[in-house]
């Protein structure tokens, strides 16, 4: 066994997504989908499909898809890259930008997928710690190959200022991949700083604010340099032709997007302050997401009768940092009333 396979990859352990329940009576607050419908334009495009497509090969540079998102974030084709989710993103910047002596860094904690990917690559990782309220306080002389900045981040669901962002673009002698997976849930974003810094790319994905988790289509946007880059070592068909369909009508259809999205924050703005009111703490979040320190209970403990009631949010308990807290995911406004209707029970110890 251990001859056959690359020692660094014997080393790792492997990406756990979080639980995909089928059973229909779950409540399902634990992976940050879009509880409401992608745009209607998805149906009727996958109704249009001519199946006589299927059988060629799609475009491999994507370009129809990436017309509509530079028209999108007013830039050129040429600064647009699509990929198989975001989650392809993040590694091909890994591929492009880090030398196998070079470093990935991050905050910690933030997406726990980001140093799998370096231990993929086998290169080196240099987590900075956050603060105890999830602040940033970076080390002097600090650097790294690339550097993949979530913000708002996950899954503290808090923003790190644009001001304080740029500054740190700016100073940085490597690339910064700024993760904006939440940005359309948020009160500002870096976009425009990947379009005036060549080593800035930011990138966002279409499985959260667009409901469309399940094509797998995420991009970012950045100078042509580093675009080019990303493009000549990608997989030669890494976005298949029925999610270049669906992410186009999707993306041209902000009005839904932007309608699902006001309903998450109006809903997440409610449940935020009952919870406050059982006494818990409540992050300020940016996000489709509530990160919570379960005052009195306790994470875990509430974490498990609420699994017992059929209610799965995440739990994060194998870190001293984020042991104390729960993320749950902002659902429809129903399922949030039923969520908080059981949170209170459980509070008030009536099961
Ligand atoms: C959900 C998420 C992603 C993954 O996006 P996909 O496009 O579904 O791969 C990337 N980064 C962060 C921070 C996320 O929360």
Request: aromatic fraction near 10%; charge should be negative.
């Amino acid at each position: 066994m251990s001859n056959l396979i690359r020692k660094s990859v014997q080393a790792m352990s492997g990406y756990v997504p979080g639980e995909q329940p089928k059973d229909a009576d779950i409540v399902k607050l634990n992976t940050n989908e879009n509880p409401y419908l992608p745009s209607p334009d998805v149906q009727d495009i996958l109704q249009m499909v001519d199946i006589a497509m299927l059988s060629r090969y799609p475009d491999p540079v994507c370009l129809e898809l990436r017309k509509v998102i530079a028209e999108l974030h007013g830039c050129a084709v040429e600064n647009v890259f699509v990929g198989n989710g975001s989650d392809e993103v993040l590694a091909l910047g890994i591929r492009a930008f880090v030398e196998r002596d070079g470093s990935v860094g991050y905050f910690d904690p933030s997406y726990s997928l980001y140093p799998i990917l370096a231990d993929i690559e086998d290169v080196e990782k240099r987590p900075v710690a956050l603060t105890s309220a999830f602040g940033w306080d970076l080390p002097k002389n600090y650097d790294a190959s690339l550097f993949l900045l979530t913000n708002p981040n996950a899954p503290t669901s808090l923003k790190f200022n644009r001001s304080n962002v740029e500054t740190f673009a700016k100073g940085f002698g490597g690339v910064v991949l700024i993760d904006e997976a939440y940005a359309d849930f948020a009160d500002e974003n870096c976009m425009d700083l990947a379009l005036d810094n060549v080593n800035v790319l930011v990138a966002r994905t279409l499985s959260k604010s667009y409901s469309l988790a399940g094509i797998r289509l995420g991009y970012c946007v950045g100078s042509a340099e580093l675009i080019g880059a990303m493009f000549k070592i990608k997989d030669s068909y890494n976005v298949n032709y029925l999610t270049q369909e669906v992410a186009r009508v999707a993306v041209l259809d902000q009005d839904t997007m932007k309608a699902n999205v006001s309903a998450i924050v109006e809903t997440r703005r409610m449940v935020a302050e009952k919870l406050s009111e059982f006494g818990f703490e409540v992050s300020d979040s940016q996000t489709n997401f509530l990160w919570v320190k379960p005052l009195g209970i306790g994470a875990k403990p509430l974490f498990d009768r609420l699994r017992t009631k059929n209610i799965i949010v995440r739990y994060f308990g194998n870190d001293e940092r984020t042991k104390d807290y729960l993320r749950i995911t902002i659902g429809t406004a129903p399922e949030m009333l039923k969520f908080l209707d059981t949170v209170e029970e459980i509070v008030n110890g009536d099961f």
